[in-house]
């Protein structure tokens, strides 16, 4: 079965650096655009990052551009996230969503893991 | 910058009565080659990741009970709940996934048992 575990969040001080990782298992991860997503405390959804099935293309919310990076490695089956220039609105549950329709960037979520917390604070 | 407002955002239903929620995307989500609505629907119960309900506007996601259905066409959306259950207490989300950036969320709705 599909399965999306994120891991790297933790308590980070303000103007600092973050890795988030994503790791894919039960499905051909080459195949699948990915997304990173988030969602501050008691807020709702908030689209991040996405990237496509192989890596060439991605876009960014204009809350991130310019500061997060999202990247994968097709060979190793994971999804990344570079957090820089990290501040407090970025505090927030970050999801991995696999894109639901294959070679598709553009696409619905129709897998999701359980998020990790990123808090920003001094 | 391209908004989806949903309505209510917050509603109370008796148990196997129906509930409704609304999302208006401030662009049309129809693309017109394939009269296809670029619009999802996603679950996420308390402390829970989301969870797709819905997609193309009206098809259920595998798994997805049949008392949830969505409709609606280029601007204007509903999911209904047609019967609701104990387990259907979540806030739901619409999304739009329209060619280009960005991959917009609505606010949220909120279902409670009344």
């Known amino acids: 079965q599909v399965q999306l575990v994120e891991s790297g969040g933790g308590v980070v001080q303000p103007g600092r650096s973050l890795r988030l990782s994503c790791a894919a298992s039960?499905?051909?991860?080459?195949?699948?655009?990915m997304n990173w997503v988030r969602q501050a405390p008691g807020k709702g959804l908030e689209w991040v990052a996405v990237?496509?099935?192989?890596?060439?293309?991605?876009y960014y919310a204009d809350s991130v551009k310019g500061r997060f990076i999202i990247s994968r490695d097709n060979s190793k089956n994971a999804l990344y996230l570079q957090m820089n220039s990290l501040g407090a609105d970025d505090t927030a549950v970050y999801y991995c969503?696999?894109?639901?329709?294959?070679?598709?960037?553009?696409?619905?979520?129709?897998?999701w893991g359980q998020g990790t917390l990123v808090t920003v604070s001094s | 910058d391209i908004v989806l407002t949903q309505s209510p955002d917050s509603l109370a239903v008796s148990l196997g009565e129906r509930a409704t929620i609304n999302c208006k995307s401030s662009?049309?989500?129809?693309?017109?080659?394939?009269?296809?609505?670029?619009l999802a629907w996603y679950q996420q119960k308390p402390g829970q990741s989301p969870k797709l309900l819905i997609y193309?506007?009206?098809t259920r996601a595998s798994g997805v009970p049949d008392r949830f259905s969505g409709s609606g066409s280029g601007t204007d959306f509903t999911l209904t709940i047609s019967s609701l259950q104990a387990e259907d207490v979540a806030v739901y989300y619409c999304?739009?996934?329209?060619?280009?950036?960005?991959?917009?969320f609505g606010g949220g709705t909120k279902v409670e048992i009344k």
């Open positions: 969503a696999r894109g639901g329709l294959m070679a598709t960037i553009m696409i619905h979520f129709d897998y």
């Open positions: 039960g499905f051909t991860f080459s195949d699948y655009p």
């Open positions: 990237i496509s099935f192989d890596g060439n293309n991605d």
């Open positions: 662009q049309s989500v129809l693309y017109s080659v394939n009269n296809a609505n670029y």
């Open positions: 193309w506007a009206s």
């Open positions: 999304q739009r996934y329209y060619h280009t950036p960005p991959l917009t």
